[in-house]
């Protein structure tokens, strides 16, 4: 199995705060990774595929990079309805065996 | 627009088997190149592939559920089924439907199950 890691697992941040997030693989996985965006309650919603093509619809404030076995999501002007928690996924491998991160919080400061 | 919706029991014991059945709208399980999978959401492992089954009938199973897992779907009523049996306390968490494809994302997700397993 490949290993997903993300770092910070929280991050406080303002409005208006450029935020960073890390993915991190256990090996290469090319370009093959997702980014997700969770609301509480709710279902997660694509935001970036192949590590940094933008989903239709998201703002352009996303931003995804990387490749190999490191990977960034930046939100380059945080706004209120950007705190959630952000997970990453590979899909490098033979379905299904695609992971997830364990997550990162993004909480109010 | 493409939708899903999942269905079944909120509460199951430990040691029966849970149905689950993804309602969908907005396209064809025959269609080639077509997925529709299950992805749940569980305070242990966060989220976690379960199943998939694509338009041609192939079904794929995470290695560590296999022999838990039975995925099917009925083409003419818009419907995949995940069986899982054996159920434990660990299982307990949200259960998703996902439109999938051969890429491995998925941008439509089904409004979630809760499935609580305890006695």
């Known amino acids: 199995d490949i290993q997903m890691t993300q770092s910070p697992s929280t991050l406080s941040a303002s409005v208006g705060d450029r935020v960073t997030i890390t993915c991190r693989a256990s090996?290469?996985?090319?370009?093959?990774l997702a980014w997700y965006q969770q609301q509480p309650g709710k279902a997660p919603k694509l935001l970036i595929y192949r590590a940094s093509t933008l989903e239709s619809g998201v703002p352009s404030r996303f931003s995804g990079s990387g490749s190999g076995t490191e990977f960034t999501l930046t939100i380059s002007s945080l706004q209120p309805e950007d705190f959630a928690t952000y997970y990453c996924q590979q899909y490098s491998t033979p379905s299904p065996t695609w992971t997830f991160g364990p997550g990162a919080r993004v909480e109010i400061k | 627009q493409i939708t899903l919706k999942e269905s079944g029991p909120t509460v199951v014991k430990p040691t029966q088997t849970l149905t689950l059945s993804c309602t969908f709208s907005g396209f064809s399980l025959s269609t080639n190149g077509v997925g529709v999978g299950w992805i749940r959401q569980t305070p242990g492992k966060a989220l976690e592939w379960l199943a998939l089954i694509y338009w041609d009938d192939d079904e794929r199973y995470s290695p560590s559920l296999r022999g838990r897992l039975t995925i099917t779907k009925d083409t003419s009523k818009n419907q995949v089924v995940l069986t899982m049996t054996k159920m434990d306390p660990v299982d307990t968490g949200t259960y998703y439907c996902v439109h999938s494809g051969y890429s491995g994302y998925s941008a439509y997700w089904g409004q979630g199950a809760l499935v609580t397993v305890s006695s």
């Open positions: 090996q290469s996985i090319t370009n093959w």
